[in-house]
């Protein structure tokens, strides 16, 4: 297909389709389970006159199954252009490796994937890098938190796991007018239901183990970028003189595997967030939950700003009963739903942030984010929305029954 074709398909055939491997002619991508290339006299020379070949040299330095998975993803997100590696975990730092130096600073939003917070809290502290955290939807804050040492503002599109949303043109603007960078994490949303460069930010980086794996069978992380305000060749640096040195590569088979989970992202995600519509209102009318944290929800506090920005309102919610113990009660009662770590994929998982993935936050920091011990986190699935209703719905009456016994 010529490429002006492709730029014009809609989101759901541009996910499904690729071109079809040049050699075989194979329309499936074959699996290129190989780390060494052949070297021709045409590469050495180029190599050897400071060429920078991104691909077909070593496994490291970047893989053909690695580059169409790029490629997709660049296309998905309206990207310029896009690097995949080993973890979500390692998109974010090595962004952050990649841009700051010591004496640099960050303006992140409180809420932030747990480990996200703790590198920016202590990690990136080891190496002269100090963060402000601030709630990114008062500009006030931001604006008084920037200082001339100031780098990037950083926000997750929809914040793990309290689902705030933050409005990005205030954000993109303040970011402009003083020079600096806007990264989001776009995990819990996915390109389906936002593509965050399409409204001004300048790098995405994603954890590909959720939604777009999809399937709880591999780990992947994504960096996307808008050229706009990096310098030309940011993205061969970011490979060459970061990702490549930190080697958080992204192994041929689980690029493989995110190629196909990417296929069905639409069609799956299209399902799941309707089922979290219907579970967020069936919830918040459960007499034993105290409130339901959904984008799509009138109640919810940035109803609006998701409006405006989100075709859909995603398939992860959270809500909240009344203590720790009800919310064990309730996931450890659960027989069609998980009760596991993780997010993003064909099955509905439920987590409790306060007591797993925020566990070594300290609770002042956790209440900043509004995570409740109470709080159970939901990735909604691909099963049967009524059966994930009654499946929550006889969970949560176990506490019930448990209490009045
Ligand atoms: C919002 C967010 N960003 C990043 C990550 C890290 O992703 P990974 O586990 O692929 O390293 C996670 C993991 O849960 C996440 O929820």
Redesign the pocket.
């Known amino acids: 297909m010529k490429p002006e074709t492709r730029d014009k398909l809609a989101f759901d055939s541009k996910a499904v389709y690729y071109n079809p491997d040049p050699s075989t002619k194979s329309i499936n991508a074959p699996l290129y389970l190989s780390n060494n290339f052949q070297y021709d006299e045409e590469i050495y020379q180029n190599i050897v006159e400071g060429a920078r070949i991104t691909e077909n040299i070593y496994g490291r330095c970047g893989n053909p199954n690695e580059t169409l998975l790029q490629e997709q993803v660049a296309m998905l997100e309206n990207a310029d252009g896009c690097l995949a590696l080993g ?4 998109a ?1 730092a090595t962004t952050c490796l990649a841009l700051l130096r010591p004496g640099d600073h960050i303006v992140s939003d409180w809420t ?2 747990s ?2 917070h703790e590198m920016f809290d202590h990690r990136l502290t080891d190496f002269g890098i100090e963060t402000t955290f601030v709630d990114c939807n008062d500009i006030e804050a931001v604006k008084a938190a920037i200082t001339e040492k100031t780098k990037i503002i950083y926000f ?1 599109t929809i914040a ?1 796991p309290n689902m705030r949303v933050t409005a990005i043109p205030p954000l993109v603007k303040l970011a402009r007018d003083n020079n600096l960078l806007v990264i989001c ?1 776009n ?2 949303a996915s390109p389906y239901v936002m593509r965050p460069l399409d409204w001004g930010v300048d790098i995405v980086v ?5 939604f777009m794996g999809g399937h709880n069978d591999v ?3 994504i960096i996307a970028i808008k050229k706009t305000n990096l310098p030309d060749d940011f993205l061969h640096d970011l490979r060459w003189g970061t990702h490549v040195k930190l080697g958080g590569v992204l192994s041929p088979f689980n690029a493989w595997m995110l190629l196909r989970g990417l296929q069905t992202l639409p069609v799956r995600l299209e399902r799941q967030c309707k089922t979290a519509m219907k579970l967020a209102l069936y919830l918040e009318n459960h007499p034993a939950v105290q409130k339901v944290h959904y984008p799509g929800l009138v109640s919810h506090p940035n109803h609006e700003i998701a409006k405006t920005q989100m075709p859909n309102y995603g398939a992860m919610l959270t809500f909240e009963v009344a203590d720790g113990q009800s919310a064990i009660e309730v996931c450890d009662s659960l027989e069609l739903c998980a009760f596991a770590a ?2 993003g994929s064909v099955r509905t998982i439920t987590q409790i942030p306060a007591t797993m ?1 925020f566990l070594d936050i300290p609770k002042i920091e956790r209440e900043k984010m509004n995570i409740q011990d109470g709080m159970v986190r939901v990735s909604v699935g691909l099963e049967d929305p009524h059966d994930v209703i009654n499946d929550i719905d006889q969970a949560l009456n176990q506490i019930t029954i448990h209490k009045q016994g």
């Open positions: 973890s979500g975990m390692a974010v932030t994937y480990s996200t997750e793990n994490d995990t819990f994603e954890s590909a183990t959720k780990l992947g992380g993780s997010l993935a």
